[in-house]
């Protein structure tokens, strides 16, 4: 078996992404971030601090026709929802001089607006990207280019990664505009393409090397935290400040191959069958560093029942106590443990012919602690057979 790492990827941008796509607004999607859980929301505090009924449907509407935008990161464009965030704020009165729209290619443009403040601090830079994770419409029970709310929720590709924060952006910057707010410093919001499935024409990538005084700034703030829920209560709101990172191996197993009326044990099919039956029983240890250890004592406070207690024992390093909240969540246990999973099979090229290859991707989410070396250890001890 061949062991390869050569289409390495790290996912990434500026400051802090989430690599996973997810298609609803609710809490506790299953998205690996390594959290601190910052403080508890009072909902009458929300209440108060809620924008004019305008202004929460002009961000409806920037939300809506960002969503409704194909921005598939293959088969789509970025460009129509720079532009579309361009009218807006033109529109709004934002002069030419303070708006930026280009890119690495002719679809993949990336919008920078400068809202101007007194310049007494160095400015602050608002990030969200615009492309999204391929949607096909038959995988999906709705059309997923379409903005659908029921039931109290969002529906649609990007509703949540990334184009509700990009229209909550825009339609913030509007708003400090119409009522005349003049901050210390200049905030600068960058719409950017192409953060999903690490092509080459990342919109940080490409600004950072050809505009990069159009977003020089002392703070930036990314996608990646988010608030949690319990039924409509808000528990939490969580900040991401750590993050794992991607890496894909491919395997391959080759063989001479021959005709299918004259079958013999070594198999290429077989034998690659075999190693990814040995990873689907494997698991990297579990464990805590210090953001996840604050993560668990936070959420030991905010959870009920045995679970609770269980997740007090996290951060003391207890590991039947990691081993039931891995088991609880999904989301916990990839905080808990680097992980790798199958994700593409190909293999054989006739139906009547032995397989001369075949060849599986692994996808693994890494802790920032892990090694790429010490993962690819670990994997080749699992799936090697010779
Ligand atoms: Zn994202």
Redesign the pocket.
Known sequence: MQFSDNNVLIVGGVLL???S?CAVTIARCPMLRLVFTLFFCAVPLAAQTMPPEADKQLAHDIYKEFVEIRSGFTTGSTTPVAEAAAARLRAAGFPDADIFVGGANPNKANLVVRYHGTGSRKPLLLLA?TDVVEAKREDWSMDPFQLIERDGFFYGRGTS??KAQAAVWIASLIRYRREGFKPHRDIIVALTAD??GGGPYNGVDWLIKNHRELIDAELALN?GGWGESDAGRKISNDLQVSEKYAINFRFEVRNKGGHSSLPVPDNAIYHLAGALERLSHFGFPLKTNEVTAAYFQKMAKIETGPVSEDLAKVPEGSQEAMQRVAAASPAWNATLRTTCVATQLEGGHAMNALPQLAAANVNCRVLPEDSLEYVRNALQKVMADD
């Open positions: 992404v989430h690599p796509p990207h990664d990334d953060e999903e996608e």
